[in-house]
Nanobody
Framework: VHLMETGGGILQSEGSLRLSCAAS????????MSWYREAPGKEREREWI??????????DYKKSVRGRFTNSRDNALNTMYLQMSRLKPEDTAVYYC????????WGQGTQVVVSS
């Protein structure tokens, strides 16, 4: 499965953005999927921020993003989304997707920069 993250950008605090994670090569409908991010100066510290279950789309979030981020998926399009709202400067990071075991090849990520 090849993963490609898109949708990043530069925006001001309190703005909104939607990230997409498109999978190709194979379906990810039978996988629990997650979003991760790497903050500046914390390379190789890829933190988990959200997950979505393969069976019932149940989601789980890191405390710092809960209530602001919404994880969803469209298995027909083989795509997962992360709707981000009320963004904060501390959300600045490169965002990645993978399955919950981080067992797939990583994509290039998509950069989000939030200015105060």
């Amino acid at each position: 499965v090849h993963l490609m993250e898109t949708g990043g950008g530069i925006l001001q605090s309190e703005g909104s953005l939607r990230l997409s994670c498109a999978a190709s090569g194979s379906s990810f409908s039978n996988r629990d999927m997650s979003w991760y991010r790497e903050a500046p100066g914390k390379e190789r510290e890829r933190e988990w921020i959200a997950s979505i279950n393969q069976f019932d789309d149940r989601t789980d979030y890191k405390k710092s993003v809960r209530g602001r981020f919404t994880n969803s998926r469209d298995n027909a399009l083989n795509t997962m989304y992360l709707q981000m709202s009320r963004l904060k400067p501390e959300d600045t990071a490169v965002y990645y997707c993978n399955d919950v075991l981080m067992g797939l090849n990583w994509g290039q990520g998509t950069q989000v920069v939030v200015s105060s």
